[in-house]
Structures are given as C-alpha cells and as structure tokens.
C-alpha cells in the first residue's frame, strides 16, 4: 500500500498496528488520525500524525489522502469511565463519518473493530453464528457500527469490509486487568470475584495484529470474526499460569461479588474516586466471557499464542511491567 489512515491511531491498538505495517513493509505512507497525540513525540519514517475527531466530517480534517485501507479503531470505550449517551454519540457519528470519508476518497477498503460486548453475557461458549444480545451502551453502539459500515459495504459490490470483535486487549503497556492480575500476584494474594471457574476470553494484542493481516490477505467481501486466543481458560488456571510465570505462589482467596463491590465503592470514597479499584471493574471481572474464534479456526489461522507464551512475549518486549 501507499497510504493506509489509522483512525484511533493513538490508541493502544492503533499505534502498534502502525509499526506493525511499518515493520513488514506493507504500508510506504501511515497517517495516525487521533484526538490525542500519539504516546511518543518521534514517529518513525513512514509515519505522521494528524488532529481528527471522528464526531465531526473527515474530509476538512484529513484532505484527500487517498488511503488504500482505512483502519477504524477510534471509539469511546472504556467502562467505568464514560457516561451513558458518550458512547453513542461518538460511536455512531464516528462510523457514519468514517464510511462518508472512505466514499469521499474512493477508498474502497475498511477494517473495523467491533466488539465481544455485541454477544452481551456469554452463558455458554458464543461464535460467530450465535445470538447478538448487546447489554451495555457499549455493546450496542458497536453493533450499531457494525451494521453502518455494513451498509457502506453492500452500497457497492467491489468494496470490502473486515469487522473484528476483539475480546479485552492486553500486552506490553496496557495498564488493564491482566496487568492488574499480574501485580496483585506480585504483591502477595489474589482475590477471586465469585468463582474461580468463571471463563475469560482475553486476546494477545500480537496474535490480534497477525488476525489483521489474516484478514487482510483474504478476498471475502465481508469477514466478521471474534479474536480471542484458541482456548477461553477459567479465571484460577490464569491465576495459576501467572504464578508459575513469575516462580511466586500466592495465597488466592474467594469472595462473594457483592462484598468485593462494596468493598470497591469504599475505596472510591476514601481516594476521591482516584483508585483503578472500580464497582464497575470488580463487577466485569467477575462476567464470564466465553468467546470461540470459530472463524478463524475454520479459515486455518495460525495461533501462536496461548496465555502461557503470551506471558513469555510479554516479559521478552517490555519485562519493566513485570518488575
């Protein structure tokens, strides 16, 4: 390609998507489009920034780039965090500028990533084919997204879309849960939200960049497909793969869910609302996510991760969040 725009190129998956299509040669030209500056002040050659807000048109912001692919990650999306209407009013305009933007320019290209929050809670195992039951705002400003760029797709029959439903991201630098795994596991005990067999899907924000040239060298019209590593495990073998990781074996203890909120809406009391230790955090921890990638399983994907060697990539790039 000779130009690819990242909308969300700031954001923890977009910036490293960029040096990825830097690194493997597949893109000369890389415009990061993001309300936010990129998280270091030198881009690479190849790689440039430009203010975008994905809430207003794109074509005054961006000009005529002419992109080959368009990448769609910018979203409000963190939960805690936002209010209830923040998530549509910038996940549907978003979507809706985006799909005007790639007519405008003729870019006949987008991949955009969607979400497991579209499954709503995952009583058994959920692909691809089952029943979308969205529960949150979130979840269902993405299958609204979802269904806009759907409709950009099927307006002309030469266009091509990718939609990933990504399951929660995690990595070198990512301050999230398994981080917050990680660190409790450091400090000497863990607590377990309710069961200790609940299942968590989780995906390595390296095998998610391998789903996306996957993705990208295949020729369906439309692909929507889940990333979560093969296998969902249960939230004490985690635990258990972070301990042996680490050479460190914890105390783990099990509490009711109800007394782990309360305990959550304490700590906000007593740290002004400054504490990670969110009711909203305890209480996702503690919903199953049982997520298959049958998609990618059927297609033949290669993946070279599970939680254990996730773990290994992890501490070989960036052992500072280890220590």
């Known amino acids: 390609m ?3 725009v990242i909308l969300g190129g700031s954001g923890y998956i977009g910036y490293r998507w960029g040096l990825r299509l830097l690194a493997t040669g597949r893109c000369q030209k890389i415009v990061l489009a993001d309300i936010k500056k990129p998280p270091v002040e030198l881009l690479p050659k190849g790689m440039e920034f430009h203010p975008c807000d994905v809430r207003q048109p ?6 005529t780039l002419q992109p ?21 009013d910038t996940n549907l ?12 320019v ?6 955009f990533t969607s979400s497991i929050a579209v499954y709503g809670p995952t009583i058994g195992a959920m692909s691809e084919t089952s029943p979308l039951y969205p529960t949150t705002a979130y979840g269902i400003s993405k299958l609204c997204a979802e269904l806009i760029h759907e409709g950009w797709r099927k307006a002309d029959a030469a266009r091509r879309l990718v939609v990933c439903r990504p399951g929660v991201v995690y990595g070198p630098g990512d301050p999230g849960n398994i981080l917050r795994m990680i660190r409790a596991v450091k400090k000497g005990f863990f607590v377990y939200p309710g069961s200790k067999t609940l299942r968590k899907s989780y995906a390595y924000i390296e095998g998610l960049l391998d789903s996306f040239e996957f993705a990208m060298n295949r020729t369906e019209r439309q692909l929507t497909y889940n990333y979560v590593e093969r296998e969902t495990e249960p939230l004490g ?26 305990a959550a809406n304490a700590v ?11 009711p909203a955090r305890v209480r996702k921890v503690a919903t199953p996510t049982h997520i298959v990638p049958q998609q990618l399983m059927d297609l033949g994907f290669q993946f070279r991760y599970d939680f254990r060697t996730s773990l290994t990539d992890w501490t070989a790039k960036t052992p500072a969040d280890f220590q």
């Open 68 to 88: 080959e692919w368009l990448f769609h990650f910018a979203a409000v999306h963190r939960e805690p965090g936002h209010e209830r209407p923040e998530y549509f």
């Open 237 to 262: 073998q985690l635990v258990q793969t972070v301990q042996a990781h680490l050479g460190k074996k914890v105390p783990t203890f099990t509490a009711p869910l109800p007394l782990l909120q309360l």
């Open 93 to 104: 305009p978003g979507s809706r500028h985006v799909c005007a933007y790639a007519e405008e």
């Open 58 to 63: 794109l074509l005054l912001q961006l000009g």
């Open 2 to 4: 000779k130009c690819c």
């Open 268 to 278: 906000q009391v007593l740290t002004a609302g400054r504490s990670p230790i969110h």
């Open 106 to 111: 003729h870019c006949q290209n987008i991949l």
